[in-house]
């Protein structure tokens, strides 16, 4: 099981490989002034990194502030002066109270988020924990096995694009938390969630294919889920998602369209169960007209379009955050011409 760096000299090891993969990564690097909310006003280090989500700057102060190093993300456009539209906090120290933490697991480093964001006030870890269903995973922290958030994998070749999905879905949260009743009842929670859960759950095995599979299937349902919405559905459509399903499209309460996302694309375990899984909620939350798409990294198993076809799902390649059908054409154009009929 993954588990909480907590050793000083580790956490700081890991800040610097941290720091050293974004200025890597980024397209250049500046002093910028950043402002918080207490007023403060501090020159920081800035790296600018393009990614699928816009330019996102990135600033890691050198030395700790409090006994801890803040991690601070923004997409504001090119101010004299920058605000954190995320800040991960990493504590030296253990401490559950602090948004951020590095996480390891064999040889691989994450550094991740326990929940912890603001919006005018702090944001209940249960609203938040429901938004990220799909991100968390079970981690040994100290004596207790807590849910983490995982943001990037620091050997990631992509890391500037899953920081950069993650800080846009802490937008979106931070806007839904605000749309709701206090935080009470999470508008992205529909009664629809509440239905037969699927019984299985996400492996946790030592292989580094299922290692891969912890960190990147929430970024990509969270992709899919954003370019879904932005097609333009006919009224009465809502594109969604529940404990079991990874991203779906309803019309009266019922799936028209489900999506499974796997992050393998060989003929194993993983896959053989996402084609399960689909069948299964077609079933329990579709009709017999309900579309089916399998979701994969790559398409370069000659065998699998075949496979899937002949089983009626829609075989879909996940590549630099673009979705594209087997065909080569694009999930989003084949869904804009798709008619549905109405469900009664």
Request: with cysteine.
């Amino acid at each position: 099981m993954p588990h909480v760096i907590t050793q000083e000299n580790d956490i700081q090891a890991a800040i610097k490989q941290f720091r050293k993969r974004i200025k890597d990564a980024s397209s250049g690097n500046e002093k910028r002034q950043w402002s918080f909310p207490s007023g403060e006003k501090v020159d920081i280090e800035t790296y600018k990194l393009k990614t699928s989500e816009g330019t996102l700057r990135i600033g890691i102060p050198e030395g700790q502030w409090n006994n801890r190093v803040p991690h601070l993300f923004t997409f504001s456009l090119d101010k004299s002066t920058l605000s954190p539209d995320v800040e991960i906090n990493i504590p030296l120290t253990p401490d559950r109270n602090t948004s951020g933490v590095y996480v390891k697991k064999g040889k691989d480093i994450w550094l991740c988020s326990r929940g912890i964001f603001t919006a005018g006030k702090r944001i209940k870890k249960e609203f938040a924990h429901s938004y990220f269903d799909k991100w968390l995973i079970d981690v040994s922290d100290g004596e207790q096995t807590n849910p983490i958030i995982p943001i990037a994998a620091l050997t990631s070749p992509d890391i500037g694009n899953q920081i950069a999905s993650f800080v846009s879905s802490v937008n979106d949260l931070k806007e839904k938390y605000k749309q709701s009743d206090n935080g009470g009842v999470p508008l992205i929670t529909p009664v629809w969630n509440n239905s037969l859960e699927y019984e299985g759950k996400k492996t946790k095995s030592s292989i580094e294919a299922e290692t891969e599979y912890e960190y990147l299937h929430g970024p990509i349902c969270n992709e899919l889920q954003k370019q879904l919405e932005k097609i333009g559905l006919k009224q009465g459509r809502s594109v969604v998602k529940n404990k079991n399903i990874d991203v779906a499209i309803i019309e009266k309460d019922r799936a028209i369209a489900i999506f499974e996302v796997k992050t393998s694309c060989s003929l194993s375990g993983q896959l053989y169960k996402g084609i399960g899984q689909l069948v299964s909620y077609k079933h329990f939350y579709g009709s017999a007209k309900t579309e089916l798409f399998l979701v994969v990294p790559s398409i370069d198993n000659k065998k699998l379009p075949n496979l899937v076809d002949d089983l009626g799902i829609h075989l879909v390649e996940n590549k630099q955050n673009s979705f594209l059908l087997s065909n080569g054409d694009a999930l989003k154009e084949f869904l804009r011409k798709k008619k549905w009929e109405l469900y009664t």
